[in-house]
């Protein structure tokens, strides 16, 4: 199996579906502000910062406020965000994730966590996931969003390798762009439309074997 010696998971859309409830969050504050906001411009804001995603949404619904009000929204979407994920637990895995890092791990490969969420921390506690991590590295460690390699990158500081030993699995083209940034492989996860930058493009993890680590 190559030079593959470390893996690194974004949370969000590969982990675990809480790509949903971030967009039922933010489609919820555009219908108060007065505007639809689709799953397609959703597709934007993945992998992107709370902050930056709010500009994103306000420039969809052509709407602008002053700096304090706008930390009010993200606050409000934040809110509602957390209240959809209160009760999460391990049954939200998505199917075969948990089979594939206890493979790696029997197989010595390392396991990051490579994620710009400020509540990444708490997701991974809800589903019990934190002890599988040799680092995570989450939006309260780093100050550059997805494309910015950052993540990625302080994730390979962190478990001491070179950026290609290591591998991104991404749900977002803004992830798979930092993925390259950074000098790795990149899976996506999803549809091969939006994720055609990466190297390799899968549904999901269910029945993923070792041998997609070969490049
Ligand atoms: C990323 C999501 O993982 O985290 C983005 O893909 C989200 O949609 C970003 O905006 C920041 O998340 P949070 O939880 O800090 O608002
Ligand atoms: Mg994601």
């Keep these: 199996m190559n030079n593959i010696k470390a893996c690194i998971f974004d949370l969000d859309g590969v982990v675990v579906d809480t790509a949903k409830y971030h967009y039922?969050?933010?489609?919820?504050?555009?219908?108060?502000?007065?505007?639809?906001?689709?799953?397609?411009?959703?597709?934007?804001?993945?992998?992107?910062?709370?902050?930056?995603?709010?500009?994103?949404?306000?420039?969809?619904g052509n709407k602008d406020f002053d700096e304090k009000t706008k930390i009010e929204l993200?606050?409000?979407?934040?809110?509602?965000?957390?209240?959809?994920?209160?009760?999460?637990?391990?049954?939200?895995?998505?199917?075969?994730?948990?089979?594939?890092?206890?493979?790696?791990?029997?197989?010595?490969?390392?396991?990051?966590?490579?994620?710009?969420?400020?509540?990444?921390?708490?997701?991974?506690?809800?589903i019990n996931l934190v002890p599988y991590f040799d680092s995570i590295i989450d939006g309260t460690k780093v100050t550059n969003a997805k494309p910015n390699p950052e993540v990625f990158l302080k994730a390979a500081k962190e478990l001491n390798m070179n950026p290609s030993s290591c591998v991104v699995f991404e749900d977002a083209a803004a992830g798979i762009e930092a993925a390259i940034r950074a000098g790795m492989h990149s899976v996506g996860i999803g549809s091969k439309f939006i994720l055609y930058k990466a190297d390799k493009v899968i549904c999901g993890f269910e029945n993923i074997k070792l041998d997609i680590l070969n490049f």
């Design 74 to 126: 993200a606050a409000k979407k934040n809110n509602w965000y957390v209240s959809y994920i209160t009760n999460m637990d391990e049954s939200e895995i998505l199917p075969g994730v948990k089979t594939f890092i206890k493979h790696l791990r029997d197989n010595d490969i390392k396991i990051a966590l490579g994620s710009v969420s400020k509540n990444a921390m708490l997701i991974l506690k809800k």
């Design 24 to 60: 039922l969050a933010w489609k919820r504050l555009a219908n108060e502000l007065g505007f639809e906001f689709t799953q397609n411009d959703n597709e934007r804001l993945k992998g992107v910062s709370r902050m930056d995603s709010l500009e994103i949404l306000l420039k969809i």
